[in-house]
């Protein structure tokens, strides 16, 4: 290796003059150390930059994917809280005799008995309903009085409906009515 200028004959390599060369040239040879130290630094740092965002981006999807959940969350739940508020009025069980016989005052009707509330409970709602007995002059007495209980902003609805007798130009009507009470 002492000529420079000679093609290198990779099969004839001493490595003992191998050596020897590089020890004259040290600059060079710390140069390439100090270039094939960097260059598996910088290859590490960039492999390692490379997975840390990877996973953040995969975090950040995550994140969005559960921001998105809890978005539809909120909405369904305000959607639930309108519809609940666009029920009609729960009537308490106590309560429901006492708001039929408004209704039949109002409308100029003699309510003759009412038997007790039977009640059904359900998973989300609870079922009340009572018989009323009621005396009318005239079938469209009876029909103004369900169309008010019907419309009213209470959740009343008319069950069953039958004439039990008529005496002297008067109807006695039985009427099965039931109001649904949501549970919160």
Do not use: C, H, W
Not at 115 to 142: L, P
Request: no cysteine.
């Amino acid at each position: 290796m002492a000529d420079s200028n000679k093609p290198l004959d990779l099969k004839n390599i001493d490595a003992g003059d191998f050596i020897k060369e590089l020890m004259k040239q040290k600059i060079t040879v710390m140069k390439i150390v100090i270039f094939v130290v960097s260059a598996v630094l910088i290859g590490g740092l960039v492999s390692n930059f490379f997975k840390v965002k990877t996973n953040s981006q995969n975090e950040m999807a995550m994140l969005q994917e559960k921001l998105a959940v809890i978005e539809r969350y909120k909405e369904s739940k305000d959607k639930f809280n309108t519809f609940l508020t666009s029920l009609p009025k729960n009537i308490e069980e106590n309560n429901l005799v006492n708001v039929l016989s408004d209704f039949a005052v109002q409308n100029n009707v003699e309510v003759l008995s009412f038997s007790g509330v039977r009640s059904q409970s359900f998973a989300y709602y609870d079922v009340y309903t009572v018989e009323m007995n009621i005396r009318v002059d005239s079938f469209k007495a009876a029909v103004v009085l369900i169309k008010a209980i019907e419309g009213s902003s209470s959740a009343l609805r008319l069950d069953s409906f039958s004439i039990s007798g008529i005496e002297s130009g008067s109807m006695s009507i039985k009427l099965m009515i039931s109001t649904i009470r949501t549970k919160s």
